[in-house]
């Protein structure tokens, strides 16, 4: 039993603050000038041939880039991405031991028009990245969040990747690459010649002007109006996370890019980790934290960075003089407590002070998850993914679980409110396969095509083809959501009004609102999977 009159200062012990007084634990004669964790004292060469070796190793060990491919790294300007920057000029510059073999390209996403920012703002900071990307050589794209209101729908479709990497190994591929003479090509072993300046000049002409970086005033409004319908911020920063890898994605694919890099730290993918559980995708965890994302068929996202906590990453920064540039963003001078996201990665930061193995002990779990669903490929039905994050489907589950329990309680609190109400209850929306939309139209004619159909068939109504609307509309918010995933429907949740988001995201719900209905009606036509294959093994 406690006394009252017991002393335990006695036996509680200060912590004792870590000095820099002492050698380098790797070469044992150099003086530490960092402690990165308990023990780990490093002096300033030995901690540089660490952090390059670190990134090598990372790529290295996972072997899914390619010698020669065309890897597109998203640059923010933050110290995560600026050091990833860092580390591929290290990697292909004249002097390094490994050189790196694949080809690079920059690019930045200005997101000013999310967060408030003036123009001005936003022309200041997109003229310091410029000179950043300038001094790389590397070709980069300057993208405006406002052009998500110009993509196509085929941005939300994932594609087969055609690429001869599959078919070889990767230690093939990196033979046939050397006897190739493909330390030559496009690489930047040597000196940059004419022709590479000619196509970073052009770039710089072509790619939306960045000297006057300056969106179209209807996209601003639309933009401006898009976030403001939603209600909280955690489902703002989600909705830009979403937008931002459109982007990012659309661009890779115009421009003939394969693997995108982002910079994602051991911190940041900890923090993202235990968000994204809060936030309802358990489902899709393994791909949004693991090295490599290959929802998307032909562009695979990579994240190298992702061994290197925060605390080191900004040693090296500042040590070795890294350029880089503090942008705002939606959480920018927010509390602790004004996102989900926020406060967890305040919960982390604090923790970590305190216990210095947090983030190691949740990344490395991190790496442990897998997805209980097959491997998503590009040929699986689009049926089967998100409409926005293109993940599995997570809500095809059984009747008697807590999501099945969440939808029925959903169900009954909308009846009540609607049967409490006074005023008659609106009328149900038209069926999406109704003959509402205008006779004769085809999908391909209501997005400006040569009217053929996507289909086959140009006829009116329900004669085959898929968006037979003249008019772009996205569905009521009931069927829009049975397009997402759990944690795409919250998001959606929380907006006043679907009807403005960009026109790309209603173009393809509607089209798959049209095939399943379609599909529904020649379903008693078609044949099981499990007896087509029977039918094979009998022939």
Known sequence: MCQVDEEYNALLESRSLPGVSRKCMKCKEGTAVLIIRAGDAFCRGCFKEYFIHKFRAMLGKNRVIFPGERVLLAVSGGLASSSMLAQVQEGLSRD???????????????????????????????????????TTGFP???????????????????????????????????????????????????????SLADAVAQL?????QPSSCIPPADQSQALERLFASVKTLTAREDLLQTLRHHLILHTARQRGYSKVMLGESCTRLAIKLLSSISLGRGAALAMDTGFADSRFGDVVIVRPMRDYSSKEIAFYNRLFSVPSTFTPGLDTKTSDKASIQRLTE???????????????????????????RSVQTSDADPASKCLLCLCALDTAVEEASAFSATLLSERLSQGIK???????????????????????????????????GCCGGGGGGRGGCCCSSSSVRLPVNSDLKSLLCYSCRLTIKDMTSVDTLPSYIGSEAERRKR????????????????????????C
């Open 346 to 372: 305040s919960f982390v930061t604090k923790l970590q002070a305190d216990f210095p193995s947090t983030v190691s002990t949740i990344y490395r779990t991190s790496e442990k998850l897998q997805t209980a």
């Open 204 to 208: 710089r002409t072509h790619d939306g």
């Open 96 to 134: 390094a031991h490994k050189k790196l073999r694949f080809v690079p390209g920059l690019i930045y996403v200005d997101e000013g028009g999310a967060s408030g920012q003036s123009l001005d703002e936003r022309q200041r900071a997109v003229t310091q990245l410029e000179h950043l990307f300038q």
């Open 515 to 538: 095939r399943l209905e379609m599909r529904k009606e020649i379903s008693e036509f078609l044949l099981d999977e499990d007896e087509d294959g029977d039918d094979e093994q009998l």
């Open 418 to 452: 609607a049967a409490g109400s006074s005023t008659p209850a609106p009328a149900p929306a038209p069926a999406l396969g109704s003959d509402s939309g205008s006779a004769g139209q085809s999908c391909s004619s209501s997005a400006g095509g040569s009217g053929d």
């Open 140 to 194: 980069y794209h300057v993208v405006a969040l406002e052009e998500v209101f110009t993509l196509p729908t085929s941005v939300l479709e994932a594609v087969s990747a055609i690429s001869e990497s599959s078919a070889s190994s990767y230690k093939t591929a990196v033979d046939q690459f050397i006897q190739n003479g493909g330390d030559s090509v496009g690489l930047r072993t040597q000196e940059p010649d004419s």
